[in-house]
C-alpha cells in the first residue's frame, strides 16, 4: 500500500514536471517568435509596398526633377557605401583600439574608467548631436558641406559600440589563454593582439557589424553634414546622397510617384544592409577551423 | 639539456598574505622534482616563482634569489627571456582556441619572430612525437582547431607547445589533475621519458604520482618548505613528523 501511494506521488510530480517543462518551452518559442515578428512584418510590408517600383533604372540612374517620371536611387546607394565606408574607416580602428586598452593595457585605471565612462555617455547622445557637432567642426570651418563630414558624424557615432563590445568580448577570453602565451615567453603585446583579440574576434566582428547596422539607417546625422545630393558625385569635398536621406526627401514629398520611390529605397537599404553583415560573416568565417569554440 | 635550479631564500606574496616563506632549496638537472602538499600550501606560487609568472599578478610580489645555469633569473634577464627558457605546462589544458594544432605548437616559435617554414615542420613533428601525440593527430594538423581534441589530448598537445620552443626546464602545475586515469598515465610515460632530456618540476595532489615519477619530493605546508628529500627517503622514512602525517594521510 505504502509503495504504490510514493509511486502515484512520483508519477503526480513527474507530470506537473513535464507540464512546467513543456510550458516554459512554449514560452520561449512564442518569445522568439514575437521578436522575430517585427523585422519579419516589415520586410513583408517593404516587399509589398517597394518591389513593383523597383527596376534597372532604380539601380542605373540618378532622380529625375519633379513631374518626370523614372528615375532611380544609384547615386545614393553609391553615395552611402562611400559614408559608410569613411565611417568604417574612422569608427572600426579607433574603436577596436579603444576597446583593447580598456580591456588590456588600461583596466582599472583611472583614464580607462573615464574612456568606459564617455562610450557610454557617448553611446547615448541622440544622433541628431552627433550631426551638429559634426557641422560645428567641419562643416562650418570648411563652408561647405561634404561626404566627409557626413562620414565623420557616422564613424563617431560607431566608435563607442565597438569600443565597448570589444571590451566586453575580450574580458570573456579565459584567463588561462592568456597565461599560456605569457608562459611561452611571449611579449605582453604580441600576446594581445595575435592572442587574446585573435580569439575574441568573432565577437569583435558582430561588435562592428551591429555598429554598422545601426548607422547605415541613420537620417539625422546627415542632414547637416552629408546634406543629400540628386546628381553623381565624386569626391568626398561635396555634398553627397545617402538612401536614408533618399527616402527621407522623398517620403515627406507630396508627390506619389515619390513615395513609391521611398519604399523602393527603403527595401533597397535593408537588402544591402543584410548583405553587407553577411558578407563580412562568410569571409571571416572561411578560416575557422573545425572545433573551434 | 636541462639546468639545475638553486632557489635561496625566496618569499611571495599576493597582496598581504605571505604565500612563500623563505624557500630554499636544490634542483637537480635532468631529473624530475615532484611537490607536495595540500591545498593552498604555496607549491603552485612557488612554480609560478620559477618562470617569472608569478609577477603578472598586479598584486603579487618575489624576494629572494633562483639561480638557473648561473643566471638569477630575477636580476640578471628579463620575464619574457626566461619564460622562453622555462616551459609550463598548467593544470587546465588551454590549447589556443583559434590555432589548429599544428599552429598551437608552432605558437611559441611564431610568435618570437621564427618563420622558416622548412625546420617549423621539423620542429612540430618532433614535439608532437615527444608528447607522444603524433600518431593520433598528423592528419588533421592544420585542419583541426586544438580545442577540438580530448582533455586528454589537450594536455598533451600543451606539452608540446611547451617543448616546442626547446626549453631547459619544464613546469607542471598539477598537469593531470584534470584528466582520467588513462590521460594520466600517458602523461607520466611522458614524464619519465622527457625527463632525461629536461629538468622537470611537478606539482601534483597525488602522491602515487609524485612517487611513480620523481627521483627528488619536497613537502610544502603553509607556504614553508618543511622536507626536500630522494622521493624514496619521503615515502618510506621521512625526517619531519608532519611529512609522515601527510603522507599516511592522517590530514590534508
Redesign the interface.
Known amino acids: 500500500m505504502e509503495a504504490a501511494s510514493t509511486g502515484t506521488k512520483f508519477q503526480l510530480r513527474a507530470r506537473i514536471r513535464g507540464l512546467i517543462d513543456s510550458g516554459a518551452t512554449i514560452l520561449a518559442v512564442l518569445s522568439t517568435l514575437l521578436v522575430i515578428l517585427p523585422l519579419v512584418a516589415i520586410f513583408i510590408y517593404l516587399l509589398l509596398k517597394g518591389a513593383s517600383s523597383l527596376n534597372l533604372d532604380f539601380f542605373i540612374r540618378t532622380p529625375k526633377p519633379v513631374g518626370e517620371a523614372g528615375g532611380g536611387m544609384a547615386n545614393a546607394i553609391v553615395g552611402s557605401a562611400t559614408l559608410l565606408a569613411v565611417a568604417s574607416i574612422l569608427g572600426v580602428p579607433m574603436g577596436i583600439f579603444g576597446g583593447v586598452y580598456l580591456a588590456e593595457f588600461g583596466r ?1 585605471t583611472k583614464l580607462a574608467n573615464a574612456i568606459r565612462f564617455t562610450a557610454d555617455v557617448l553611446n547615448g547622445v541622440p544622433s541628431i548631436v552627433m550631426g551638429i557637432a559634426a557641422y560645428s567642426l567641419i562643416v562650418l570651418p570648411q563652408g561647405h558641406f561634404s561626404a566627409f563630414a557626413g562620414g565623420v558624424a557616422l564613424g563617431i557615432m560607431m566608435i563607442p559600440t565597438i569600443c565597448r563590445t570589444t571590451e566586453e568580448m575580450l574580458l570573456m577570453v ?1 584567463h ?2 592568456r ?9 605582453n603585446w ?2 594581445v593582439l ?2 587574446t583579440v ?2 575574441a ?1 568573432p565577437g569583435i566582428i558582430t561588435g562592428c557589424m551591429l555598429a554598422f547596422a545601426r548607422v547605415a539607417g541613420e537620417t539625422a546625422p546627415l542632414l547637416f553634414t552629408a546634406l543629400g545630393n540628386n546628381f553623381w558625385s565624386t569626391t568626398l569635398n561635396e555634398p553627397i546622397a545617402a538612401l536614408p536621406l533618399q527616402i527621407y526627401v522623398y517620403a515627406i514629398s507630396p508627390y506619389d510617384d515619390w513615395h513609391r520611390l521611398a519604399w523602393a529605397g527603403a527595401l533597397v537599404l535593408i537588402v544591402l544592409i543584410v548583405l553587407a553583415v553577411s558578407l563580412v560573416r562568410y569571409v571571416t568565417s572561411r578560416g ?6 | 639539456m636541462g639546468v639545475g635550479i638553486e632557489v635561496a631564500n625566496l618569499n611571495a606574496w599576493y597582496g598581504s598574505n605571505h604565500t612563500l616563506q623563505d624557500i630554499s632549496l636544490n634542483i637537480p638537472a635532468n631529473h624530475a622534482t615532484a611537490l607536495i602538499g595540500p591545498s593552498g600550501c604555496g607549491k603552485s606560487t612557488f612554480v609560478r616563482c620559477l ?1 617569472r ?1 608569478h609577477e ?1 599578478n ?1 598584486i603579487a610580489r618575489v624576494t629572494g634569489t633562483v639561480r638557473m645555469g648561473g643566471i638569477d633569473i630575477y636580476e640578471d634577464v628579463k620575464p ?6 622555462v ?2 605546462v ?1 593544470q ?1 589544458p ?7 594544432i599544428y599552429d598551437n605548437v608552432a ?2 616559435l611564431k ?2 619572430g621564427y618563420t622558416n617554414r622548412k625546420s617549423l615542420d621539423e620542429i612540430v613533428e618532433k614535439s608532437l612525437k615527444n608528447s607522444a601525440l603524433w600518431d593520433e593527430v598528423k592528419d ?1 594538423l592544420k ?3 586544438g ?3 580530448s582533455g586528454g589530448q589537450q594536455q598533451r598537445l ?1 606539452i608540446a ?2 617543448l616546442a ?1 626547446d626549453p631547459e626546464v619544464l613546469l607542471m602545475d598539477e598537469p593531470a589533475s584534470a584528466l582520467d586515469p588513462v590521460s594520466t598515465s600517458k602523461i607520466e610515460d611522458l614524464i619519465f621519458q622527457l625527463k632525461t632530456q629536461y629538468t622537470i618540476v611537478i606539482v601534483t595532489h597525488n602522491m602515487q604520482q609524485a612517487a611513480r615519477v620523481a627521483e627528488m619530493t619536497g613537502f610544502f605546508l603553509n607556504g614553508r618548505m618543511v622536507e626536500f628529500d630522494s622521493t624514496q627517503k619521503i615515502f618510506t622514512n621521512p625526517s619531519d613528523k608532519r611529512t609522515e602525517d601527510y603522507i599516511t594521510g592522517r590530514f590534508g
Open positions: 582599472g579565459p588561462v589563454v597565461e599560456a602565451a605569457l608562459g611561452l615567453g611571449v611579449p604580441r600576446s595575435s592572442i585573435k580569439t574576434s575557422v577551423l573545425k572545433g573551434a569554440s | 618562470n609568472m603578472t598586479p619574457v627571456e626566461i619564460r622562453r627558457r616551459g609550463m598548467f587546465r588551454n590549447p589556443f582556441p583559434t590555432m589548429s605558437a611559441g610568435l618570437n588533421d585542419k583541426k582547431s580545442a577540438s581534441l600543451c607547445r611547451a620552443v
